[in-house]
């Protein structure tokens, strides 16, 4: 009897823990494919309907496609997050043998206001520091006109900050950096999801941010392992560039000016302080659950 039950145990440990190094990438790989597939899939409807209303000759049809496709990337890009995060939610819980709701909704014991208040003040220094940084070091070529305009509008900012946050976080952090966490060190589990994470938005532009911000959200999840509170980070370090990308032009944005610097070296400041404050907070948690 006691045979069986260690035999049920070891195999509901690795079941808990799905998925490993191997599964992850191909996770990751299973991502790119649906994301990719959503826009052919988009681009041969697309086709498909302007032919058949006699749109005009192949090439004609061509232009007009990439042309829509272009101006309504946002959409495009909510209709594959959140398809790949069905599928590969799915595949996780099977997996795992859970409840859509435990998966969800674990560990949200450990939110609390002040840690809630702590995060949202540093993701947004984080936000600002990451963009001033990129734009000092490499300058106005690295920003991406096309991407500017495609965040403007109410449908960028639900994206932004509702569909994103929550499942984009499904993905890389309650799914990919949960499982190679389980399997292997944290600076592999880190860098590995977040190198994946960065990788996925698919432009030079959001490369070095998305890369730090996924440092954060790695973070904020390794320590908490709540998934609200990933997506929570998510949703605040967001909500800076976001509000920027509405209230200013692409010229604005792009241009180096000398505020960059002072406004790079505050928000340092505020994120360095922000993150002692959370490691004084984890520090204490681990300290009570000792004595406990």
Do not use: W
Not at 79 to 101: D, F, Q, Y
Not at 143 to 163: E, Q, V, W
Not at 257 to 265: E, L, N
């Amino acid at each position: 009897m006691l045979i069986s039950t260690e035999g049920e145990y070891m195999k509901n440990q690795e079941k808990r823990y799905y998925p490993d190094f191997k599964s992850s990438i191909l996770l990751f790989f299973l991502h790119v494919i649906i994301i990719f597939a959503v826009t052919f899939a988009a681009a041969i409807i697309l086709g498909a309907v302007l032919g058949a209303g006699g749109a005009g000759d192949p090439d004609q049809i061509g232009k007009q496609v990439q042309n829509i496709i272009k101006s309504n990337q946002v959409y495009l890009s909510m209709l594959a997050v959140v398809a790949s995060a069905l599928v590969l939610t799915l595949i996780t819980i099977k997996s795992r043998e859970v409840k859509l709701s435990k998966f969800l909704f674990k560990n949200t014991e450990k939110i609390s206001g002040k840690l809630m208040g702590l995060i949202a003040i540093t993701a947004p220094a984080l936000a600002l520091f990451a963009g001033k940084f990129q734009k000092i070091i490499f300058g106005p070529d690295i920003s991406n006109p096309d991407l500017f305009k495609a965040f403007r509008g109410n449908t960028a900012i639900i994206f932004a900050l509702i569909m994103a946050p929550i499942f984009e976080e499904i993905i890389f952090r309650g799914i990919i950096l949960d499982g190679i966490l389980s399997n292997n060190t944290v600076p592999v589990a880190f860098i590995t999801a977040t190198l994946m994470f960065s990788i996925s938005h698919g432009t030079l532009a959001q490369l070095l941010p998305t890369f730090l911000a996924g440092l954060f959200f790695a973070f904020i999840y390794y320590k908490t392992r709540c998934l609200i509170l990933a997506i929570f980070t998510h949703f605040a370090y967001n909500l800076i560039p976001i509000i920027g990308v509405q209230l200013t032009d692409f010229e604005e944005i792009a241009e180096t000016s000398s505020g960059d610097i002072y406004v790079m070296v505050i928000s340092l400041i505020i994120l360095a302080a922000g993150l002692f404050g959370l490691k004084k907070i984890f520090e204490d948690r681990n300290l009570n659950s000792t004595a406990t």
